[in-house]
């Protein structure tokens, strides 16, 4: 049996070519390089959702709370059709159509607040409105419907455009 000894004479690797020194830095080189990425992600993303002042809010529901069931005394309905990007708005109350010199609805995007749009309808008469969008929509939409004095709302989720009427009623139950 031979017996062979190391000397200076077998060459050796540089460091960058051994494959435990990699093996043994991958991880702790992508754990750095992954929060890194996820420090830069949230410091420029803005966070919607946190509310610093929740009494304030508190407030803003129950006059929310008020506005439907102002809505639900009146007995307001109204039916939305789509043409293109204009909006026709029927709205009758349980007298009859409904006579508003305006109205004033929003479309809120369930996730993009950025995407968030407001539409003013003029009155045309008899409880007609019309309105325009400037863009197009597609999807799911919440839309808030309300008077030009701001003491009622009709309020729902809606898949817009619609080919059919979109029927909004006090019970804030949406059919399309």
């Known amino acids: 049996m031979r017996l062979r000894i190391m000397n200076e004479d077998v060459p050796v690797a540089p460091w960058y070519r051994q494959p435990w020194f990699w093996f043994l830095t991958i991880a702790p080189l992508a754990a750095i390089t992954v929060s890194m990425c996820m420090l830069v992600v949230a410091v420029n ?52 159509p409904a006579e508003f010199p305006y109205l004033v609805l929003n479309l809120f995007h369930p996730t993009l607040a950025q995407n968030d749009r407001t539409i003013q309808f003029r009155s045309d008469g008899n409880g007609h409105y019309t309105g325009t969008l400037l863009d197009d929509i597609d999807g799911r ?19 817009l455009p619609t080919d059919s009427k979109l029927h909004m009623s006090s019970k804030g139950s949406a059919q399309g």
């Open 141 to 159: 939409w919440y839309y808030d419907l309300r008077g030009p004095d701001n003491q009622w709302r009709l309020k729902g989720e809606a898949w």
């Open 45 to 96: 993303m803005d966070d919607t959702m946190v509310s610093d002042d929740y009494s304030k809010e508190g407030r803003g529901i129950n006059l929310e709370i008020a506005r439907d069931q102002n809505a639900a005394d009146l007995g307001l309905n109204a039916d939305m059709a789509f043409e293109g990007r204009a909006i026709l708005l029927t709205v009758n109350t349980e007298q009859g």
